[in-house]
């Protein structure tokens, strides 16, 4: 999973904290499907709840973004399940 989101991160960092922000967005909603995620997933509320957490630096790579973010869709029971997300 983090493969593949890692490049589409990296190329669309300031769009991706943008719609996180907003809990909306092309880019959550394109991570959103390549996490695998059902398309009932509610993962917009979620990484907005933890957004200081998965943004704690503007300075932060990619895969330490896609990693934060993994962390903590795999904290919520039914994320991790709707996304096939396990930590």
Do not use: W
Not at 19 to 43: K, Q, Y
Not at 57 to 66: C, H, K, M, R, V
């Amino acid at each position: 999973t983090a493969d593949r989101i890692d490049p589409f991160i990296a190329a669309n960092k300031i769009a991706f904290a943008d719609d996180v922000a907003r809990a909306e967005g092309e880019t959550l909603a394109a991570v959103s499907h390549l996490m695998g995620c059902s398309e009932h997933a509610e993962l917009g509320p979620v990484l907005k709840s933890n957004f200081s957490e998965i943004f704690s630096s503007p300075d932060l790579a990619p895969n330490e973004i896609t990693d934060r973010v993994l962390t903590v869709v795999g904290r919520d029971d039914v994320l991790a399940r709707e996304c096939g997300v396990q930590i």
